[in-house]
Each structure stands twice: as C-alpha cells, then as structure tokens.
C-alpha cells in the first residue's frame, strides 16, 4: 500500500472542470478558469505523483497546451491532464484525468520501428511467445485492458505467416494494459492513489516482459 499524506483525491470539480472545457476549448475561457484548473486539477496531480514517485520512478506532468500545427482540429487545449513515468527499459506508467474519470496505462504504447521488430521476433518465438501470453492472461484476470496504437495492421506483418497462433499480438504496433476506472466515489479520496498503483502491479509482468525483449527505441530522435 503506499503512503497518501498530501494527497486526498480529485474533487469532483475536476471532473466538472473538463466537461466545461470541452464546450469552452478557447483561450479566453482557459485564462478565466486557469486558477480552477491549478487548484482542482494540477495540484492534485502533483500531489498524487509524489505519492507515487517512490515506488514508479520520476514522472514527467505532460503540458495542457495541444500542438495544433499539424492538426485539422485547432482546439488549443488537451481535454485531459496526464503524467507519465518511464523505464530504462522503455516501458512506461501513464495516467491521466479527464471529464469521464480517470485512467491509466502500462506498457509501450507506440513503438519505433527498431522496437517493432524485436517486439515482433519475441511475440512469434515460442518460448517468449509463451510467456507474453501468460503475462496479458494475468492481466487480464487482473481486470486490466489489452490495447495498442491504433489500427492495428490489417493482416499479419510481412514475412510472418498469416496463420501465426499469436497473430493478433503480431498485428499489433503498441502493447499496453489499461484500466479505465471511469468516475466512482472513490476518485475524489485518497484510495484513488492505491487503485492506480494497484493498476501498474497488476500490468507489471506485461510491462517487464516489454523491458526484456523490446526495450526502448536505439533511433535518433529525428529518424522516428
């Protein structure tokens, strides 16, 4: 169990702030409701982090600020607040608040090409097949998602046959387990630091097997 002095849960306000967002996603509203969001939003977070920092690593709280220079939709703002924690191994713990609750994620969720292609030969090898097998029914019975970047490929990769036994996870770009814990009571007390951390334990064979047999990308950051 980990320690939870300081942080006491996300007010409901939380929840309502980013249900008003998303009907407001402008600037105006967003400088009007800036100090809402650092009282019932980003302290929060922050004080949820610590409490998690010693067990999960360093996280990195990412900007609210959305990157629209590329993007058809110009709304200037994310509709959820996110931190993120990674591995040596390139495996990293996610979880974020939003309008509809809270969420988290384990795993490597898009993968470069260098780490497809190691995903890809432990997926289809027999023996490490096996295990990341066992690893996601575990998460599984542990009530955890299984997801990935989306699409998927439409058939199997080239070179791999489409008849695989382990075609589905081969088809895959991403593997990560997830818990969408929507928004119980819960959320607004300081259990809501237990059930994340629970979260990751439960997601943690499938995030290590990731460590061991993917590892983080070895491409230069300009090449992904």
């Known amino acids: 169990m980990v320690t939870m002095a300081g942080f006491s849960g996300f007010p409901p ?48 709280v990412f900007r609210m600020n959305r990157d629209v220079r590329f993007s058809a939709d110009k709304s200037p703002y994310k509709t959820a607040h996110a931190a993120m924690t990674e591995s040596d191994g390139g495996a990293a ?13 384990a795993g490597i969720y898009h993968m470069a090409a260098d780490q497809l292609d190691r995903y890809r030969a ?13 690893a996601i029914a ?11 970047i989306e699409p998927a490929l439409a058939t199997a990769p080239r070179g791999w046959p489409r008849d695989h ?20 009571a819960w959320v607004h007390t300081r259990r809501a630091a237990n ?3 629970k979260a990751w334990r439960a997601g943690a064979p ?15 950051p300009r090449s992904r």
């Open 13 to 60: 306000d939380a929840l309502d702030f980013f249900v008003e967002l998303e009907g407001h996603n402008e600037r105006a509203w967003w400088q009007s409701n800036k100090p809402r969001f650092d009282t019932s939003v980003g302290e929060p977070m922050r004080a949820l982090l610590d409490v998690l920092e010693p067990e999960f690593g360093v996280f990195k």
């Open 93 to 105: 713990n996610y979880v974020q608040v939003s309008a509809t609750g809270l969420m988290v994620g």
């Open 122 to 134: 432990a997926v289809g090898d027999k023996r490490t097949g096996v295990e990341v097998e066992a």
């Open 138 to 148: 575990a998460a599984r019975n542990a009530r955890l998602d299984i997801a990935g």
């Open 165 to 184: 036994p382990r075609i589905g996870l081969l088809r895959m770009k991403g593997l990560i387990t997830v818990r969408d814990f929507g928004a119980p």
């Open 195 to 197: 059930e994340v951390a």
């Open 206 to 220: 499938v995030s290590k097997w990731l460590e061991a047999h993917v590892g983080p990308t070895e491409e230069a």
